[in-house]
């Protein structure tokens, strides 16, 4: 039961992680959603890659038997609670960057199959990938 308990406090330390994260862009405090076709996980997705991020690490790292001959607890420190946190915060940030790069291919798909607009295309370059899909999805065709 106390390996369970640890396990939960690692989770939790990674799903805060990674949910600090999600106030890092402009994604925002929002519910998963479909946007034109691309999928945003919202802070939710954040919050769960955080913690299996965080318990993936920390069961890397603290790689004992748990079961059968030998098997002992793990040992537990502040360390692993900073770690939880950092990796937690990390794996969303990566979460967030393949959401993000999904959102710009198909800003560029868009904007593709329309007439050229320097003003557009101006913006998109210099916007957030939210504000340039929305920027390509007003273009004149």
């Known amino acids: 039961m106390e390996l369970l308990y640890l396990a939960f406090v690692v989770g939790f330390c990674g799903a ?5 994260n999600v106030f ?16 945003l996980p919202g802070f939710l997705g954040n919050v769960i890659i955080g913690a299996l991020a965080a318990l993936g690490s920390w069961g890397a790292a603290k790689a004992i038997v748990i079961y059968g001959a030998g098997s002992a607890m793990p040992t537990f420190s502040t360390g692993d609670i900073a770690n939880a ?4 915060f ?3 940030k990566w ?3 393949e959401t993000d790069k999904t959102v710009l291919q198909e800003t560029a798909a868009i ?6 607009d320097p ?6 370059a210099k916007a957030t990938p939210a504000k340039a899909l929305a920027a390509a999805l007003q273009m004149p065709r």
Do not use: E
């Open 111 to 116: 904007a593709a199959r329309k007439a050229a």
């Open 119 to 124: 003003d557009a295309a101006i913006t998109i």
């Open 24 to 39: 890092i862009g402009d994604n925002g405090l929002h519910l998963p959603k479909v946007n034109n076709g691309v999928f």
């Open 95 to 97: 979460f967030k960057t």
């Open 16 to 20: 805060a992680g990674g949910f600090v």
């Open 85 to 88: 946190l950092m990796i937690g």
């Open 90 to 92: 990390g794996g969303a």
